[in-house]
């Protein structure tokens, strides 16, 4: 038989007239009709009686998990990402009971594969348990007094998920140009057959015909969908540019005057620019030749509450980044307040700079009030706090912040001339210039 | 010097060691390597869970790509059963895993070092999975790439081990350091006779083909299985192919043995750590020295399976220190078992971050 190209010979390893050994032939039958080479056929299957087929296939075969061997064979399909190579998926109904999300997915995104549910209507490796697919009233050996709800029409599933062609048929006979159909399809295809499991289903359900088990069941024997040209095909992306680029290098154009390294914590609201002028922040005290950290909290819902960071700027190099108690902490909202309340208590000394609409919260810190959200409205009120804080501590020039400003090419959208002069009567805010303490070593 | 963040350091050396896929389902705090994977490897694709992330980058694998994937706990237990397959196909994978506060759900935006238990006992058997641990910068660009060349070198998923800090703090740091990353060599199995996909040479490791050729046939299972692929029961060459799995990692150790040793002669005591904590570890070395004691330090850059120099170091000291961000101190154990040693100490905890001042209060205690 020519379709020996594809069978090893050895014959197929299940029970007497057990319909997997024709889904075998007719696979091997089916792939002979499309003259395909079996080494440009891969055979995934999984856990179950289907998956001991392997050694009496040519083609490459996988064995894999119990109910992923669509996902296996998608990754297989999207890897090679190769029309001329054909993926073929068997499962069992256990198998695709396990694994309906990575079916419908697949059907989805519509990968090159063709997957053959081998549906006997129970687990037939374990003992004869019901699977999602045993139909109403069909007893298995674990449960005799036969199943109380209907099984899955995974077809009907499967072509409404997209799938390009999807077949049901009764597994006895040549089927095999069914599935030639099928491995033709250019997405994902998917023939269901029918079986019952010689060794438990028939004889837990004496007499019981396939066809009328079937027809009882509402399953229609029939061509669900054919046609849709619909193929999943793999992104590439051959124009990647490096992560590391000079864009990111920080010249040193300041001095500063830091002989200790010192912590910031800026703790405000979400959507005040709190992380990206902390990130600003950071890159000044580089273009001042200092070494810089910067970490953010958040809760998970990012839009909203809090937005803390926490930064450390030094003269050498920060190996811990961590800052258990800041030497400055800055408030510029009530969100901020609220996560900041514990760090201000545990302040024995240091600075905090609050703004003026807040309460004073318990801290061992130096209090100033400033008007921050007066002076910069929500949106801005973080940035310039920092402003603020260079004025006072006087660590590196204000105008570092400017050029990253400048860089980053955010001064379109504010006005940072006027949040920078601090000479300018109206944003005059007598902050005297101080050392800023340091608690770290 | 730029201000950049562990994730871009580890993205751009995983691409540049070979990594060609990017396969992910978001969690934090692995967030920023999902980003960077978007904009940076040859293919990225998004995956619907983390079973089909592992399945999907194991399909790429057997078809000759080199995945990676990035993931914190909860996603990382989904795929602990898919990752036993990928060690059993002896597939090529890096899966990047990114510890935060558990255990289940915990709380995601915090670090901590509580999954190294974990990735110990993901394989079933007690066979390891190779496990790089990042403790720097400079190790998100080197273990990266190294994560990559010994999944491939070793046929086998690596796990690159690292936590919320290492990977989401922005640091100044000297880019201009980084050495240049050659591309892994990705060797096949060639000649005429026929192709065995699990028997192996001296160095213990099957030559690989793809399943996107005709030459050869090839075989993958997950299944205990002789040196053709075929599913066996316990064969006596199925179960040798089963003991080499073990084997090969055990004398290929030394290719991927990483770790960095400060000793000082004369020191009595040895601080070892990994991770982020090895950052607190290196500060309160020096703040030590400084003020005049004498102290080592052991940082552990490869965990799995671990390597006996670490034992032979410890050995020299009469004081052991291992600090770790977690609760039962996980490396400890490994190391020195239940029974630990004398002379042995643990600085541990949970929820936030192990700080220099800890240790070295330590270390001055238990003069």
Redesign the interface.
């Known amino acids: 038989m020519s379709e020996q190209r594809f069978l090893t010979g050895s014959g197929f390893p299940y029970c007497k007239g057990c319909g997997h050994s024709l889904v075998a032939q007719n696979t091997a039958t089916a792939l002979e009709k499309l003259n395909l080479?079996?080494?440009?056929v891969?055979l995934v299957t999984d856990i179950g009686c289907h998956g001991?087929i392997?050694?009496s296939f040519?083609?490459?075969?996988?064995?894999?998990?119990h109910g992923?061997a669509v996902?296996?064979?998608?990754?297989?399909?999207?890897?090679?990402s190769?029309a001329r190579?054909k993926v073929i998926v068997f499962i069992g109904d256990g198998g695709a009971t396990i694994g309906m999300?990575?079916l419908i997915?697949a059907a989805h995104l519509g990968f090159r594969m063709t997957v053959v549910i081998h549906n006997n209507m129970l687990y037939g490796m374990t003992g004869g348990q019901p699977s999602d697919f045993t139909p109403r009233g069909f007893k298995t050996p674990t449960l005799p007094q036969g199943v109380q709800t209907a099984g899955y029409d995974i077809c009907e599933l499967i072509a409404a998920a997209g799938a390009s062609y999807v077949s049901r048929i009764i597994g006895v006979g040549d089927y095999s140009d069914t599935l030639a159909e099928a491995f033709r399809a250019k997405g994902f295809s998917l023939v269901e057959v029918m079986e019952i499991c010689p060794s438990y289903g028939v004889k837990s359900n004496p007499g019981m015909r396939l066809a009328s088990v079937v027809e009882e069941a509402g399953l229609a024997v029939k061509v669900f969908a054919k046609g849709r040209d619909k193929s999943f095909e793999?992104?590439?992306?051959?124009s990647?540019?490096?992560?590391?680029n000079p864009r990111?290098?920080?010249e040193?154009k300041y001095e500063h005057c830091l002989e200790k390294p010192v912590s910031i914590m800026l703790s405000g609201s979400a959507g005040e620019g709190v992380q990206s002028a902390a990130?600003v922040f950071?890159?000044a005290a580089?273009t001042a030749g200092?070494?810089?950290?910067?970490?953010?909290?958040?809760?998970?819902t990012v839009g909203v509450g809090f937005s803390a960071s926490e930064i450390i700027v030094s003269p050498r190099l920060?190996?811990?980044?961590?800052s258990?108690v800041p030497d400055t902490l800055i408030v510029t909202s009530a969100d901020g307040l609220e996560y900041a309340r514990l760090t201000a208590r545990k302040m024995k000394g240091g600075l905090l700079l609050i703004d003026q609409s807040l309460g004073t919260p318990e801290t061992g810190a130096e209090t100033v009030k400033l008007p921050f959200r007066e002076k910069a409205g929500g949106r801005y009120c973080a940035l310039y706090s920092t402003f603020c804080y260079l004025k006072r501590s006087a660590i590196f020039p204000p105008e570092a912040v400017k050029e990253v400003l400048l860089g980053d090419g955010m001064s379109v959208k504010a006005n940072f001339e006027a949040l920078l002069n601090f000479g300018d009567r109206r944003h005059n805010l007598e902050i005297p210039q101080k050392p800023i303490p340091s608690n770290l070593? | 010097m730029a201000l950049v963040d562990g994730s871009r350091l580890i993205t751009e050396a995983c691409v540049r060691a070979g990594a060609d896929v990017f396969i992910g389902y978001p969690i934090t705090p692995a967030n920023l390597l999902y980003l960077y994977a978007t904009r940076r490897y040859p293919t990225m694709l998004a995956a619907p869970d983390e079973i089909t992330t592992l399945q999907w980058m194991s399909g790429f694998s057997a078809a000759g790509k080199l995945p990676v994937t990035a993931t914190s706990f909860p996603g990382y237990s989904l795929m602990a059963e898919s990752i036993n397959m990928a060690f059993m196909m002896e597939l090529p994978m890096v899966v990047i895993l990114v510890q935060r506060l558990g255990p289940a759900t915990g709380t995601a935006t915090c670090g901590a070092q509580g999954d190294l238990s974990v990735v110990q006992g993901t394989l079933s058997g007690g066979f390891s999975l190779p496990t790089l641990c990042i403790s720097s910068m400079q190790d998100c660009w080197d273990l990266s790439a190294a994560a990559v060349a010994t999944s491939v070198r070793l046929r086998t998923p690596v796990i690159l081990l690292t936590s919320k800090e290492m990977v989401m703090t922005l640091l100044s740091f000297d880019t201009s350091r980084l050495k240049e990353i050659k591309p892994v060599e990705k060797s096949r199995h060639s000649g005429e006779g026929p192709y065995f996909p699990y028997r192996a040479g001296e160095d213990l490791v099957p030559a690989f083909l793809p399943v996107n050729q005709s030459k050869f046939q090839v075989r993958l299972t997950a299944s205990t299985h002789d040196s053709r692929g075929i599913l066996q029961n316990t064969t006596q060459e199925a179960v040798d192919n089963t003991r080499r799995l073990q084997a090969k990692l055990d004398k290929n150790l030394e290719s991927y043995c990483f770790y960095e040793l400060d000793e000082e002669e004369g020191a009595e005591t040895v601080i070892v750590s990994y991770d982020v904590t090895a950052q607190a570890a290196r500060e309160a070395i020096q703040r030590l020295r400084g003020e005049g004691k004498k102290i080592s330090l052991l940082v552990s850059k490869t965990l799995l399976p671990v390597p006996r120099i670490y034992l032979q170091i410890a050995a020299r000291y009469r004081r052991v220190v291992i600090a770790e961000e977690n609760l039962t101190g996980q490396w400890r154990t490994l190391l020195f078992g239940a029974a630990g040693r004398e002379g042995l100490s643990g600085i541990n905890g949970i929820a936030k971050t192990i700080a220099p001042d800890e240790i070295v209060k330590e270390v001055l205690g238990l003069e």
């Open positions: 080479d079996p080494l440009a891969v001991i392997d050694k040519r083609t490459h075969t996988v064995h894999g998990l992923r996902a296996l064979g998608a990754g297989i399909s999207a890897g090679m190769d190579r999300q990575h997915g793999t992104p590439t992306n051959s990647s540019a490096s992560l590391i990111l290098a920080v040193v990130e950071a890159k580089m200092l070494h810089a950290t910067k970490k953010g909290s958040y809760p998970v920060i190996l811990y980044t961590g258990p070593e």
